[in-house]
């Protein structure tokens, strides 16, 4: 199996400022991580692919410069959720493979961010 | 990005019945199929897989079955029990670039005791 660990797991914050949320493995090395928001009883909608040492790929419709992700070495990577607004508030949530070869994707026990 | 949909949105069944969830995916490249379960709140499990070589796994109470073909894949859980009351969501992994997953819409199983 693989652990990964979110924090926070609960941020409220103004509208104007900006949320840090980081993603940890914390048992193995992730070279690939991925950014999911999940809005209440909806799907995961996958954001982003945050890869180490290089610039996130980003899903068709989510600005990047809003959603700001940085992975920077092979156990962290941080979404950065700047200037939020209300409609930002939601669940996010990260992922990544573990070791094995399996293909399971494990998760992050995901942040809700609420925007005031 | 690969397009998943999942159907029912919403299933109750009686305790002791059979359920399945149906998802479609649309393309062909996709070569891995998981079911997720998460309870409210909480972070998404793993419940079972199946690979794009395989038409069938079963686990348990647990079943999957994968049509190629069509580009649709089930889940199925029998003498189903309260515990398994839960939201199920059903996701498919393209191998390219980074092998990102997409996930269908979600079902809500109720199991009534």
């Known amino acids: 199996g693989a652990v990964v660990s979110q924090h926070p797991s609960r941020v409220i914050c103004k509208s104007g400022t900006s949320v840090k949320i980081e993603c940890r493995s914390l048992?193995?090395?992730?070279?690939?991580m991925f950014w999911y928001r999940q809005f209440p009883k909806q799907s995961l909608m996958l954001m982003a692919t945050?890869?180490?040492?290089?610039?996130?790929?980003?899903e068709q419709g989510v600005e990047k410069d809003k959603f700001l992700i940085n992975h920077a070495s092979l156990t962290l990577s941080t979404l950065t959720v700047t200037s939020a607004h209300p409609e930002d508030s939601s669940f996010y949530i990260c992922?990544?493979?573990?070791?094995?070869?399996?293909?399971?994707?494990?998760f992050g026990e995901g942040s809700r961010l609420t925007v005031l | 990005g690969e397009n998943v949909e999942q159907h029912p949105s919403t299933l109750s069944v009686q305790e002791g019945d059979s359920a399945v969830i149906k998802c479609t995916y649309s393309?062909?490249?996709?070569?891995?199929f998981p079911w997720y379960k998460q309870e409210l709140g909480k972070r998404p499990q793993l419940i079972i897989d199946?690979?794009?070589?395989?038409g069938e796994k079963k686990d348990q109470r647990i079943a999957v079955t994968l049509n190629k073909t069509a580009k649709h894949f089930s889940l199925h859980i029998t003498e189903t029990q309260p515990e398994d009351s839960a939201v199920y969501f059903c996701?498919?992994?393209?191998?390219?670039?980074?092998?990102?997953?997409?996930f269908g819409t979600g079902t809500s199983l109720t199991v009534i005791p």
């Open positions: 992922s990544c493979y573990g070791t094995g070869g399996s293909g399971e994707l494990f």
């Open positions: 048992d193995f090395q992730a070279t690939t």
């Open positions: 945050s890869n180490e040492g290089s610039k996130a790929t980003y």
């Open positions: 393309d062909s490249a996709s070569n891995y």
């Open positions: 199946i690979r794009s070589n395989v």
């Open positions: 996701a498919a992994r393209l191998p390219f670039a980074g092998n990102q997953f997409y």
